[in-house]
T-cell receptor
């Protein structure tokens, strides 16, 4: 089945710095790539997504890039704030087209 | 508007017992998903409903797990003869149409089998 690898598993940055999380996937048929933020005790919250016909998408301080040839996509958070601290998950659509395969998560800590 | 609602938020049960976990999706969403999340891991797909029918139940780990969505809205995940290995957070998500559209998750039900 689809394999989604996510790096790093933990990331610590100072407030105001940028954070980058990278994911790779194995199935060339994947065409939808969402990113989720999960805070302790809560469900994952969709923060941004990208489809295979687009190379980059930006929403305020958050951007996602996709390289379909290399099968990797990345999340970029600029001007980080302490409230950005959470676990971030990347995901890729499965062969079925509707189920998502998730990475193992990146625990981001933004220190003041 | 209201998001995906899951009840109970926490459930502790004894090994061998039967449990039911409920999911109320966002109104009007035809697609509904169940995922399971173990500690320190990403969510793992269990089952997908489009309307009332289970379009894909390939992620259910064994025949002790079953899910229904009789009226195309609320869904119930049922686990028979629970085992300690079933302990996890069970997440429900819904999306407007399925098939690569945004999926919105509930807060999850934390199941602990003792």
């Amino acid at each position: 089945g689809e394999n989604v690898e996510q790096h790093p598993s933990t990331l610590s940055v100072q407030e105001g710095d940028s954070a980058v999380i990278k994911c790779t996937y194995s199935d060339s048929a994947s065409n939808y790539f969402p990113w989720y933020k999960q805070e302790l005790g809560k469900g994952p919250q969709l923060i941004i997504d990208i489809r295979s016909n687009v190379g980059e998408k930006k929403d305020q301080r958050i951007a996602v890039t996709l390289n379909k040839t290399a099968k990797h996509f990345s999340l970029h958070i600029t001007e980080t704030q302490p409230e950005d601290s959470a676990v971030y998950f990347c995901a890729a659509s499965s062969l079925s087209g509707y189920a998502l395969n998730f990475g193992k998560g990146t625990s981001l800590l933004v220190t003041p | 508007g209201a998001g995906v609602s899951q009840t109970p938020s926490n459930k502790v049960t004894e090994k061998g017992k039967y449990v039911e976990l409920r999911c109320d999706p966002i109104s009007g969403h035809t697609a509904l998903y169940w995922y399971r999340q173990s500690l320190g891991q990403g969510p793992e797909f269990l089952i997908y409903f489009q309307g009332t029918g289970a379009a894909d139940d390939s992620g259910l780990p064994n025949d002790r797990f079953f899910a229904v969505r009789p009226e195309g809205s609320v869904s119930t995940l049922k686990i028979q003869r629970t085992e300690r290995g079933d302990s996890a957070v069970y997440l429900c998500a819904s999306s407007p149409t399925g098939g690569g559209t945004e999926a919105f998750f509930g807060q999850g039900t934390r199941l602990t089998v003792v």
